[in-house]
Antibody, heavy 122, light 111 residues
Framework: EAQLVETGGGSIRPGGSLRLSCAASGFDVSTSYMTWVRQAPGKGLEWISLLFSDGTTYYADSVRGRFTISRDNSRNTVYLQMDSLTAEDTAVYFC????????????????WGLGSLVAVSS | QSALTQPPSASGSPGQSVTISCTGTSNDVGGFNFVSWYQQRPGKAPQLIIYEVTRRPSGVPDRFSASKSGNTASLTVSGLQAEDEADYYCNSYTGRSNLGVFGTGTKVTVL
């Protein structure tokens, strides 16, 4: 059974950095579309990052240049390095596996982790 | 890319049906047959319930159905049960090399 477990969240000052980890089991992250989706408190979902099997990455405008998605195939783990954090980055961060189905680009998410809370505050 | 528009809330009594709309533009919902829906119970991760507009993953009850007309997609939950009380989000493909866009979310209450 596929499973994703996020770790690394916590409280951080504005301007600081944090790295989230997402350990996968039951499938291989190196051959999957892996993503990060976040949800600010009381708000909706926002897709922020995507990693292809060939290493190509995509980012939402809100995090481009500050966040970096990567993976370690040997650990079957995906990471989200978050730099220059602001209060607007406060959210639960979900790791998810994305699928393309019949589309030319992944667009839906069939496996989700439980999420990791990141709180940015002075 | 702006969020897709969903009604903030919807409700129904047990056994009744509730339909949630998800309105976008020709650049997302209206332009492609790639809409997905998610159920998120309080404090939990979202769960995929519909993809490619109408398809249900294995294990999702057939009480959940969906459709699309023009720029608006819809999710119908028939035979409402207490366990269906949750937030529901739509999501649409927006073209190659673009991250998709989520809806604003709808809270479904079972009266």
């Amino acid at each position: 059974e596929a499973q994703l477990v996020e770790t690394g969240g916590g409280s951080i000052r504005p301007g600081g950095s944090l790295r989230l980890s997402c350990a996968a089991s039951g499938f291989d992250v190196s051959t999957s579309y892996m993503t990060w989706v976040r949800q600010a408190p009381g708000k909706g979902l926002e897709w922020i990052s995507l990693l292809f099997s060939d290493g190509t990455t995509y980012y939402a405008d809100s995090v481009r240049g500050r966040f970096t998605i990567s993976r370690d195939n040997s650990r079957n783990t995906v990471y989200l390095q978050m730099d220059s954090l602001t209060a607007e980055d406060t959210a639960v961060y979900f790791c998810a596996r994305s699928q393309s189905g019949s589309a030319y680009f992944p667009y839906f998410f069939d496996q989700w982790g439980l999420g990791s809370l990141v709180a940015v505050s002075s | 890319q702006s969020a897709l528009t969903q009604p903030p809330s919807a409700s129904g009594s047990p056994g009744q049906s509730v339909t949630i709309s998800c309105t976008g533009t020709s650049n997302d919902v209206g332009g492609f047959n790639f809409v997905s829906w998610y159920q998120q119970r309080p404090g939990k991760a979202p769960q995929l319930i519909i993809y490619e507009v109408t398809r249900r993953p294995s294990g999702v009850p057939d009480r959940f159905s969906a459709s699309k007309s023009g720029n608006t997609a819809s999710l119908t939950v028939s035979g409402l049960q207490a366990e269906d009380e949750a937030d529901y989000y739509c999501n649409s493909y927006t073209g190659r090399s673009n991250l998709g866009v989520f809806g604003t979310g709808t809270k479904v209450t079972v009266l």
